[in-house]
């Protein structure tokens, strides 16, 4: 089993920042996957930016050049720094990991960027 707590969210005015944080209950070298998704009610959920064991990432195009992600592994946190955010970015955000096949999901956190 692989707890995820995610913070970091909040409210920010279109054109700032926030940065999310993952924490896993456990090491973090231990996933093949770590990455971020968000979805809004009544929306599909989508991948935001993700990245693998070895350290490559994916990113969805609409966050390309904005959103980065990284990971601690002392820390076994992941993090999602948001920059110039739109008010199409207003979502709550998940993260996920993916360990021995399994998938896992944190509570998500909401970010809403007001115009």
């Known amino acids: 089993q692989v707890q995820l707590v995610e913070s970091g969210g909040g409210l920010v005015q279109a054109g700032g920042s926030l940065r999310l944080s993952c924490t896993a209950s456990?090491?973090?070298?231990?996933?093949?996957?770590m990455g971020w998704y968000r979805r809004a009610p009544g929306k599909q959920r989508e991948l935001v930016a993700r990245m693998l064991i070895g350290g490559s990432t994916n990113y969805a195009d609409s966050v390309k050049g904005r959103f980065t992600i990284s990971r601690d592994n002392a820390k076994n946190t992941v993090d999602l720094q948001m920059n110039s955010l739109k008010p199409e970015d207003t979502d709550v955000y998940y993260c996920?990991?993916?360990?021995?096949?399994?998938?896992?999901w944190g509570q998500g956190t909401q970010v809403t960027v007001f115009s």
């Open positions: 456990r090491s973090i070298l231990s996933m093949n996957v």
């Open positions: 996920a990991s993916t360990r021995a096949g399994n998938d896992y």
